[in-house]
């Protein structure tokens, strides 16, 4: 298992790698079973990147075809994937790189009270 600090590492060299420079900062932006994600701001664009590193193989990709295919038929904007990262020698955690969209989060900011609330319904 990874630890906090190694994630912000490997979030750090991954900039580091592809744009050419440490970021100038990493905030932390949440995460779950999956990984963690990370805001990443650097001094030349994009200025601003999303990095999310993965605890299990082959997310990245996945994540990035479902963006692609919800990007075609949303009215929501989809974010731009810049890269993938497959876990190496050097960095050894699966990530995606994309664009970040300013906004807020919505989890756990709206609540929907239980009478709205449908059932589970099986299909």
Known sequence: MQTDGQMIRYAQELAAKHYGQKPVSIVPLG?????????AELDHEPFKVV??????????????????I????STIKMPQVYFLHDADGEIPVDALVMEYID?????????IPPSDRRPNVSP
Do not use: M, S
């Open 31 to 39: 995460g779950g079973f999956y990984g963690r994600v990370f805001l």
């Open 51 to 68: 990095i999310k590193i993965y605890l299990l193989d082959g997310l990245n990709g996945r994540e990035a075809e479902q963006l692609v």
């Open 70 to 73: 919800l990007g075609k038929y």
């Open 103 to 111: 906004g807020i989060n919505a989890v756990g900011i709206i609540d």
